[in-house]
C-alpha cells in the first residue's frame, strides 16, 4: 500500500532541506546566515525545490546542494 505524502509533510521535508542548504553556503563560502538565506532563496535551484512535480524535497541534501553548488559556481554575471 503506498501512502502520499500530505501537503504540510512536503513542506516540512522543503523547509528541513532548505535550513540544510543554508548551513552547506555558510560553511562553504563563508557567508553569514541573512547571506546563505539570501542566496539560496533567489536560487534557481530553490525555486525547482518548491515545484513538486520536481521531486527534490524528496532527494538528499547533498544531492540538491550539487545543483546549489553548481549553479552558484558557474554562474555568468551580465
Given at each position: 500500500?503506498?501512502?502520499?505524502?500530505?501537503?504540510?509533510?512536503?513542506?516540512?521535508l522543503?523547509?528541513?532541506?532548505a535550513?540544510?542548504?543554508?548551513?552547506?553556503?555558510?560553511?562553504?563560502?563563508?557567508?553569514?546566515?541573512?547571506?546563505?538565506?539570501?542566496?539560496?532563496?533567489?536560487?534557481?535551484?530553490f525555486?525547482?525545490?518548491?515545484?513538486?512535480?520536481?521531486?527534490?524535497?524528496?532527494?538528499?541534501?547533498?544531492?540538491?546542494?550539487?545543483?546549489?553548488?553548481?549553479?552558484?559556481?558557474?554562474?555568468?554575471?551580465?
Amino acid at each position: 500500500m503506498t501512502k502520499r505524502l500530505t501537503a504540510e509533510q512536503i513542506q516540512l521535508l522543503k523547509d528541513e532541506l532548505a535550513t540544510e542548504l543554508a548551513g552547506f553556503l555558510m560553511d562553504d563560502f563563508k557567508l553569514t546566515p541573512q547571506e546563505a538565506i539570501d542566496v539560496l532563496y533567489t536560487s534557481e535551484t530553490f525555486e525547482r525545490l518548491q515545484e513538486d512535480e520536481t521531486g527534490l524535497y524528496y532527494q538528499s541534501a547533498g544531492y540538491v546542494y550539487s545543483f546549489l553548488q553548481n549553479e552558484l559556481l558557474n554562474a555568468k554575471v551580465a
